[in-house]
């Protein structure tokens, strides 16, 4: 080879090197760059886990903790390395579906679940949470694991057993005047009944007076006469005919008034029971005659009710105040609902009836009234919702009743309605007081 | 197109014909950098074919053939630069499988900018297979005498059969390999 021509190759070899050099510290900046934006992703997807208010963990795909975030610890009350490799599910209660069916059963479906359970933090003890659960995949769609979101809703919970409270007493608050108009008839004629009681009584004992003096007269041996005359004179005046007539049947109907007013208060208070937070077996029968008396006044005017009540009903596991609360509800809305339908004219019907059906006890409450379309009927469950005018209600009254049947009885609540003729509510309560619907797979 | 298609183009031909005659060439060519390739780099595709055109003026061979017989040369440098592909690879059919699969998989990975051509395999019992070649360069006589370099390597007797397909842009090829019963 020429020897220009060897120096051309060696120029070309040192070019070529130096082109190589370039491109490799070009490389190695890009390979700097790419690591430092991926360490400052992974920082910034590491603060928004850590800014995350609700709880977060994070399991391999036996199911077992491999990370929680900040919220997560505080919730808990511990640390990553003390659960970690520990099972998700041991976090909740037996009874938590979660746990029941297994993490397997998420794998397979790859369906997310979402409901609420317990689960015990280290300081605050047992709370309330809501969670869900669903499959972490990996770029493959194979499962890597699961990703459980869990929020404390302890506070929530119970601010919403402060508003049932507020709420019972709202509709205590607006029957009270109803419940004194009811009082108050009878108390009325048992209060004429008693003065005529009280004048029959004292017109009886001057008469007994003038009969006293007609014997010391005989007694003595005087005459009659004018004693005999005295004494006509003033039963006539006072007449004994009519007082004796009457006085049976002012007191008959004073004593009816008596147990009138006696049931009514019986009625009223079922209602003013502190909500006991303990299930009793509660007479479902009983509790659809009291709330149906508390609510005369709202339904008198406009309706006429009936009751079926099945004989052979079993008691219900049931929290017996806030049942009633609901049933008085339920009946209130039927009331209002013919109101609104006749106005002050027409008389329409409520019919209760109760009845046992496989296990569950179900009461029906039927009214004649304006009924509902369907896109009302659709939210009448939802919190805050009315079709009353502004400052009739809180609107809480039906999402509070759902919650009460469905959540805290494991029961159900539905709703047939014919737009203008009328609607039923049923109401169906568990016989069987160990089930437990607080936990729902995700709609 | 990476440089290391130069670099063993510009190391085959200073093997086969001599540094003078690589020399010459590249001379010839008028290259925006001079010939001074390197492997890690990335070059316009139109250079090689301008240094091919000017070899098969040197040698008064065709392009084609000078393109095949590379191939052919590419795959023995292959074997020694990157034994982990052949590796446990009996077969040419399988070998060739593994090129779309795996290979320039692997090779993009290497280098990010890296534009393999395509290729659909599809078997027709023991002894045929189908490569369809596409690409948006020229460069089926490459993937021919690459195939060629494999059947070498595996030692077996295999025939291609080669249909040039109709595409608008770039090229489409089908060849069927058969395999000696
Ligand atoms: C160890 C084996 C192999 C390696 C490491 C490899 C790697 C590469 C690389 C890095 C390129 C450059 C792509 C570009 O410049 O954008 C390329 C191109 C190419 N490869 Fe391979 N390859 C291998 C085997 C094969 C085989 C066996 C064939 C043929 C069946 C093949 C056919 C081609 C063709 C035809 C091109 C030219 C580019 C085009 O046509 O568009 N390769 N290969």
Known sequence: ?443 | MKGIVFTEFIEMVEDVFGPDTADEIIDGCDLPNGGAYTAVGTYDSRELLALVTALGKATSTSVPDLVQAYGKHLLTRFVVSYPDFFEGVESTFDFLESVETHIHVEARKLYPDAEPPRFTCERDGDHTLSMVYESTRPFADLAEGLMLGCFEHFDEDVTIEREDLRVDEGSRVRFVLRKAA
Request: charged fraction near 30%; charge should be negative.
């Open chain 1, 1 to 443: 080879m020429s020897d220009a021509g060897r120096d051309r190759r060696v120029e070309r070899e040192r070019a070529a090197r130096k082109t190589a050099e370039t491109l490799l510290e070009e490389k190695s900046r890009e390979l700097f760059l790419a690591i430092r934006e991926l360490e400052e992703s992974r920082d910034h997807l590491d603060r928004i886990l850590a800014s995350m208010l609700n709880a977060l963990i994070v399991t391999d795909v036996e199911g077992n903790i491999e990370s929680m975030n900040t919220a997560a610890r505080s919730l808990l009350g511990y640390e990553v390395e003390e659960l970690e490799g520990r099972p998700l599910v041991e976090l909740f209660p037996e009874d938590c579906v979660l746990r029941s069916e297994g993490i397997e059963r998420l794998f397979e479906t790859r369906e997310a679940r979402r409901g609420e359970t317990t689960c015990t933090s280290r300081r605050d003890g047992t709370l309330q949470v809501q969670y869900s659960a669903s499959v972490l995949e990996t770029h493959d769609h194979e499962p890597r694991g699961i990703v459980c979101v869990l929020q404390d809703v302890s506070e929530q919970r119970s601010l919403e057993r402060q508003l049932w409270r507020a709420q019972k007493l709202e509709s205590i608050g607006q029957l009270a005047a109803g419940v004194a108009h009811e009082i108050n008839t009878p108390i009325q004629y048992v209060g004429d009944n008693t003065r005529f009681v009280q004048q029959s009584v004292s017109d009886l004992t001057t008469l007994l007076a003038e009969y006293g003096r007609l014997v010391e007269k005989a007694k003595c041996g005087e005459a009659l006469e004018e004693a005999i005359a005295r004494i006509q004179q003033v039963a006539e005046s006072v007449d004994v005919e009519f007082m004796l007539a009457e006085l049976p049947v002012a007191l008959e109907q004073s004593i009816e008034g008596v147990d009138r007013v006696a049931e009514i208060v019986g009625a009223m208070k079922q209602f003013s029971h502190p909500g006991s937070e303990e299930k009793t077996a509660v007479d479902l029968n009983e509790a659809v005659e009291s709330s149906v008396t508390v609510a005369r006044n709202e339904w008198k005017r406009v309706a006429e009710v009936t009751l079926d009540l099945a004989e052979d009903l079993p008691f219900v596991p049931a929290l017996p105040g806030d049942l009633h609360q609901v049933i008085l509800h339920v009946v209130v809305n039927a009331a209002h609902a013919i109101g609104e339908k006749n106005g002050d004219g027409e008389q329409g019907s409520i019919a209760v009836a109760t009845r046992r059906s496989g296990d569950f006890a179900e009461i029906r409450i039927r009214d004649t009234g304006c009924g509902m379309s369907d896109s009302v009927k659709n939210r009448i469950f939802d919190p805050f919702f009315t079709t009353k005018p502004v400052g009739t209600g809180t609107g809480q009254g039906l999402a509070v009743s759902h919650d009460v049947i469905v959540n805290k009885h494991g029961g159900t609540i539905d709703v047939e309605t014919v737009d203008g003729q009328g609607t039923t509510f049923i109401i169906r309560l568990p016989l069987d007081a160990t089930v437990d619907a607080s936990e729902r797979p995700a709609a």
